[in-house]
């Protein structure tokens, strides 16, 4: 090893250079990480080359400084980062690009590496006195690119690619084998299919030109230096926290006081901050430091009715009382994201200019400020929705500059408007892989799967010991649990629940694991899904389908057979082979009794078929009295039952919905439910005992009391007390509010205390302590998630730990270490924003259907725009309603802009008056010359429904009051929900259409066709899952609920 000294200068963080000695360790063996390797390095902990490709390229410092984003791409392969460039980036583009290459480093599915430069003894260079430090940089990746061609002995060509023009110039011809060329050439002569690499090239070459010409004029006051801000934080004379900006009112924003609120009772509601100076270039979502402003200048929150304001936690609606109020002096963290815009429509004649223009784009999400983006494409891409990522906001920019990565598509077409969901909530979900799907085992008739011999030594097997069925939606393809139930001799019961062995197919840090992982879900949209495991997993072999062999994970529970207490439990890996594949009605009647024809009995003799029914019928009701029995126990314990599913759809057999029944309140929905959380809630147990500091586990907080006041006002309004002191007390006192005449209103209620709920989370053990872990909703001690290992990666997580606590009981290895306490709490949060990420895009693909089905009516003319609503709060200026015909919520405005009221007429019906309106506690009333018309909670109204269109944002529903009185329509009255499957079929019968008529190609129409199969697929969720997570209030908005019912139970 040679020793030898390294300059390094240095930025300081006041701009100050800084001029440091190192000492430097040179090393003759340092790992290439390429399979061509003739020298023996020490490859081992990392990614490798491949050696069947053409070349290696090797970025020079600018490139992966400004066009990492191009070598992100996972088309480009034999990606060479030198340290020299990496540690570039970590000076000059800060931790958060640093920690993007870093990623990419690590990411299996990216073809690069890291190659040391700088401690390789025949790569290193040190730099020459008056060489600039660019120059040097350039000399010491051009000399990496060389090592790399002798190292592998001139077996692989080395591409260098820079964007420094003289760089090309001098080195291009100097050694045969290294080639250094632009980035452009580059692209141009090895990726030219790789068209939206050429794109974002231009893009972002384009927006670092603009940036060069920048002015100087200041627009914001600078930000203070890191560490003036955090001696501010810790002597208390600034505030940290994320910057929050109101939805309904943009220039409003709030900071989200992270911990501080026990020491400052003030700041318990956080710190607002009005205006955009105020907000200093500072974007929502970014970590900011504050400093507060006088308390003369203190202002109250907007509290007037905005859009879509339906679905606030009663809480927020503050008073309008002055609250603490700052302004950003400095930001610790940018949150910048993938952001899409749309190009705004141009007005007037264009300047016919070759070059690019600088456009202001405006983003999809209001709360983002307008970005702006140079291109040569501002004419083409007008009215098109493009995806943007932020570079820069400089002080004397008065918008931030960014560049365009990719065009989406029209603004208002069904697939760009599903993409901008997706991309919205960093929903990433590209098809699997060959990489992944190689990976995956086969079945097909040619090579159909067995079940490995070892596999069958070690697991046990409950083929012919175990009547094993499962209970799901009609219909349904992947059936991830199963359940049995018998009497052992010594006349004790046995529960099994049997769940689908995901973890034996999905091996931890394979690539399918880690795609599994970074989903960590399966996404539903209203018309479609996005698996977490690629099909051959989700519908074949891990589903437990019935007649064939199948590997599980199960839980066996002796239970007293008088007092139902357990006398043991039994976890382990099993053998099953299900015999019947139920659904609900079936198993329904089945236990009614009624005449019931069961498929997997139809062929053999009737004595046989007698008694292999009433096997069937014995387990069941075995299995109702067991389940009754949990129930009852958890009901004891404070269990809520909130707003649960109203419909169901049914599917033929090519699974097209025919038909959509009232969910008929079958009790074995109900079995099949407590036994799922049952077992959920025993895994828990075992894990914890087992790993008390690192176990996965999910906890439902109780509510804060402040959001329960809409629900206890709106309550005490038709006479009714709710008491929110306790779960047990709540579900009572909702279970109480019944009003006879209309059911609407303890459904609402339930609506407004699922509302108030805290979310479910999942957690690792060792971060809370265990009078944390207990699951409000479920009213258990300790919950988790185990039995949807095929669309929830935590329960692949918790399967994974159930096998470690099995093997230390049996004292045997556990296998490969377990994840630590903050590796798992890092990977709980990961999951946990996954899952809100999945519930806004569901709730949003929701509206996006909604708005797309009443697009193509006119509301003037169209029975089916105008339907009954039923107010559930007031505002200042109008009302919030609820039309549970289509599952809408929203505001209906009283007063409008120019100062009218809303009058009702003698016959109930309404028109705009110049008058005034005033606000009580449980209703409103508007004043005109017409006389006093009031509007009272839980009112049912007449509603016109429109389309209020934005081309630069999502479209909203605009609901209009025509009548006080209630909506008798025409029609039969509906079940409350049918509308909402039409309405999605309708659309996407649409938008077929529309792409059809677009482009006859043929390639389009199977796409389509396909994802009308899978929109109409069943069981995923199955009505199980729903009817849990709609307890667990994982599921916030009965809109959702309902509207995974209709679409995919
Ligand atoms: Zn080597």
């Not at 990216?110 to 790569?123: G, P, R, W």
């Not at 501010?232 to 609120?261: C, D, F, P």
């Not at 990666?793 to 093997?807: N, Q």
Request: charge should be negative; hydrophobic fraction near 35%.
């Amino acid at each position: 090893m040679i020793k030898t000294e390294k300059i390094l200068h240095l930025k300081s963080c006041r701009g100050r250079k800084v001029r440091v000695v190192r000492e430097h360790y040179l090393r003759e063996q340092v790992p290439c990480f390429s399979s061509l390797c003739q020298a023996d390095c020490d490859n081992a902990d990392g990614k490798v080359l491949p050696g069947d490709l053409t070349h290696y390229v090797v970025p020079d410092v600018g490139v992966v400084v400004d066009y990492l984003e191009i070598l992100e791409f996972r088309e480009l392969q034999g990606v060479v980062f030198t340290q020299t460039a990496c540690q570039a980036v970590q000076h000059s583009k800060g931790r958060r690009q640093y920690n993007r290459l870093r990623n990419l480093l690590k990411d299996p599915r990216h073809d690069c590496v890291l190659f040391a430069n700088e401690f390789q003894e025949y790569s290193y260079c040190p730099r020459e006195k008056g060489e600039s430090q660019e120059k040097w940089q350039t000399r010491c990746v051009y000399s990496a690119a060389v090592w790399y061609y002798n190292h592998l002995a001139g077996m692989m060509d080395v591409v260098m690619i820079t964007e420094d023009q003289d760089a090309v110039a001098q080195y291009s011809s100097l050694n045969s084998g290294v080639y250094v060329i632009s980035v452009q050439d580059y692209l141009q002569d090895f990726w030219s299919q790789v068209q939206a690499a050429h794109e974002l090239y231009s893009s972002i070459s384009q927006a670092l030109q603009e940036k060069e010409s920048e002015g100087t004029e200041r627009e914001f006051t600078e930000h203070l230096p890191a560490e003036v801000l955090e001696a501010g934080i810790k002597s208390g004379r600034y505030i940290q926290g994320t910057l929050n900006v109101s939805k309904h009112q943009h220039s409003e924003a709030s900071i989200m006081t992270e911990g501080l609120s026990n020491k400052n009772k003030d700041l318990s509601w956080g710190v607002l901050v009005c205006g955009g100076k105020n907000r200093n270039r500072a974007v929502h979502g970014d970590v900011v430091v504050v400093e507060l402003l006088p308390k003369s200048e203190w202002r109250g929150k907007d509290t007037a009715l905005t859009e879509a304001q339906g679905e606030e936690k009663s809480g927020e609606e503050a008073d309008s009382k002055p609250m603490p109020t700052g302004r950003v002096v400095g930001i610790l963290q940018r949150n910048w994201r993938d952001f899409v815009v749309t190009f705004p429509p141009r007005e007037g004649p264009q300047p016919q200019s070759r070059n690019s223009q600088r456009i202001l784009a405006v983003p999809w999400d209001r709360r983002i400020p307008k970005i702006r983006i140079s291109t040569q494409q501002a004419d083409a891409l007008q009215d098109h929705r493009v995806v943007v990522r932020i570079d820069s906001w400089e002080s004397t920019s008065q918008y931030p500059n960014g560049h365009s990565v990719r065009v989406l598509g029209r603004a208002g077409e069904l697939e760009t408007e599903v993409q901008t969901i997706l991309i919205e909530n960093c929903i990433h979900v590209p098809p699997f892989s060959d990489a992944q799907l190689r990976e995956m085992p086969v079945n097909s008739p040619e090579r159909p799967w067995r079940m490995d011999p070892a596999q069958v030594a070690e697991r046990r097997d409950l083929r012919e010991s175990h009547l094993v069925f499962s209970i799901d939606p009609r219909g349904c393809e992947d059936v991830d649990d199963t359940l049995s139930v018998r009497s052992l001799t010594g006349g004790e019961l046995e529960l099994g629940v049997h769940i689908a062995d995901v973890t034996h197919f999905v091996p931890e840090g394979s690539l399918t694991d880690l795609e599994a992982r970074s989903r960590a879900t399966t996404y539903y949209l209203a018309d479609r899904r996005y698996d977490m495991l690629p099909a051959v997993l989700s519908a074949d072999l891990c589903s437990l389908l019935g007649g064939v062999d199948r590997y599980a994970m199960s839980v066996l529970w002796e239970l007293d057979a008088q007092t139902l207490e357990v006398r043991n439990v039994w976890y382990g890996r099993t053998l099953i082979r299900s015999s019947y594949q139920l659904h609900y009605e079936l198993a329904q009647a089945l236990l009614n009794a009624e005449q019931a024809e069961v498929p997997e009995l139809a062929g053999l003799g009737s004595e046989e078929k007698d008694a292999k029914l009433a096997e069937l019928t014995q387990a069941l009701e075995m299995l109702t009295h067991v389940a009754r029995h949990l129930r009852a126990q958890r009901d004891r314990g404070g269990a809520l039952e909130l707003e649960g599913v109203e419909v169901r759809a049914q599917l033929d057999e090519e699974r097209n919905i025919t038909a959509l029944v009232p969910r008929l309140p079958l009790e074995v929905h109900e079995t099949v439910a407590e036994c799922m959380i049952y077992a959920n809630h025993w895994v828990a147990r075992k894990i914890q005992e087992a790993f008390p500091h690192q176990a996965l586990l999910r906890r439902h907080p109780p509510p804060r009391q402040e959001f329960f006041s809409q629900l206890v006002d709106s309550a005490a309004a038709r006479g009714f007390t709710i008491d929110t002191r306790t779960n047990k007390a709540l579900a009572e006192s909702l279970d109480r509010a019944l009003d006879p005449q209309d059911p609407l209103v303890n459904r609402l209620l339930r609506i407004m205390a699922t509302t108030a709920m805290s979310q479910a989370l999942y957690f690792s053990t060792g971060l809370q302590s265990q009078d944390q872990y207990y699951h409000y909703g479920l009213a258990l001690d300790r919950y988790t998630h185990f039995t949807s290992p095929i669309r929830r990666y935590a329960d692949i997580v918790v399967h994974r730990l159930l096998t470690a606590a099995i093997s230390m009981d049996t004292r045997a290895d556990p296998g490969r270490a377990l994840a630590n306490n903050k590796e798992l709490e890092e990977l709980a949060h990961h999951i946990n924003t996954k899952n809100w990420a999945s519930q806004r895009a569901q709730k949003l693909s929701t509206e996006l259907f909604q708005c797309l089905y009443f697009k193509e009516r006119d509301p003037e003319s169209d029975p089916r725009c105008v339907a009954d609503a039923v107010i559930y709060a007031i505002r200042d200026n109008g009302v919030l309603v609820f039309v549970s015909e289509y599952g809408v919520k929203g505001p209906v405005y009283l007063r409008n802009r120019e100062g009218q009221v809303v009058a009702a007429g003698r016959d109930g019906r309404c028109e705009w008056q110049s008058g005034s309106v005033r606000r009580h506690a449980d209703h409103i009333t508007t004043v005109s010359s017409c006389g006093t018309s009031t509007f009272t909670l839980f009112d049912h109204i007449t509603i016109r429904i429109s389309v209020r269109s934005t081309s630069c944002h999502a479209d909203s529903l605009n609901l209009e009051v025509i009548s006080n009185k209630p909506h008798r329509s025409a029609e039969p009255q509906q079940p409350s929900s049918q509308g909402r499957c039409q309405l999605v079929q309708e659309v996407v019968r649409l938008a077929e259409e529309a792409s059809q008529q677009a482009q006859e190609k043929a390639a389009r129409r199977p796409k389509l066709s396909r994802e009308e199969r899978e929109f109409s697929q069943s069981k995923t969720p199955n009505l199980y899952s729903l009817l849990e997570e709609i307890r667990e209030l994982a599921l916030l908005d009965l809109d959702m609920a309902a509207h995974v019912c209709a679409t995919t139970a």
